[in-house]
Nanobody, 127 residues
Framework: QVQLVESGGGLVQPGGSLRLSCAAS???????????MAWFRQHPNNERALIGT???????VVHGDAVDRFTISRDDAKNTLYLQMNNLKFDDTALYYC??????????????????WGQGTQVTVSS
């Protein structure tokens, strides 16, 4: 089994910053470098949308309006994936998920590519 647990969400003012963490563990888990890792977010009554990914080599892709504000990284020694979010906006309010997919150089982008998901952590941007 592979388990992912997000943390670090909460209430933040517009323009503020948060760092989300995703801790990986489990009987079959080896290292984050054996997976494509991703961050998704979901607004109420909407589908989960990809924020960005990091592949096993360490290359990252961030999409949409998060390109200049969000950074994906990992610490293999701590088995933890991170999402650093800066200059937060009202529209960033969502439930944030981390997910694990196949080890590949290709940058995966479909929700169905990721088979292991965390429980989600809520981020609320409000003044």
């Amino acid at each position: 089994q592979v388990q992912l647990v997000e943390s670090g969400g909460g209430l933040v003012q517009p323009g503020g910053s948060l760092r989300l963490s995703c801790a990986a563990s489990g009987r079959t888990f080896t290292t984050l470098s054996d997976y494509t890792m991703a961050w998704f977010r979901q607004h109420p009554n909407n589908e989960r949308a990809l924020i960005g990914t990091i592949n096993y080599i360490g290359g990252t892709v961030v999409h949409g309006d998060a390109v200049d504000r969000f950074t994906i990284s990992r610490d293999d020694a701590k088995n933890t994936l991170y999402l650093q979010m800066n200059n937060l906006k009202f529209d960033d309010t969502a439930l944030y998920y981390c997910a694990a997919g196949p080890k590949t150089r290709d940058m995966l982008s479909k929700t169905s590519d990721f088979l292991v998901w965390g429980q989600g952590t809520q981020v609320t941007v409000s003044s």
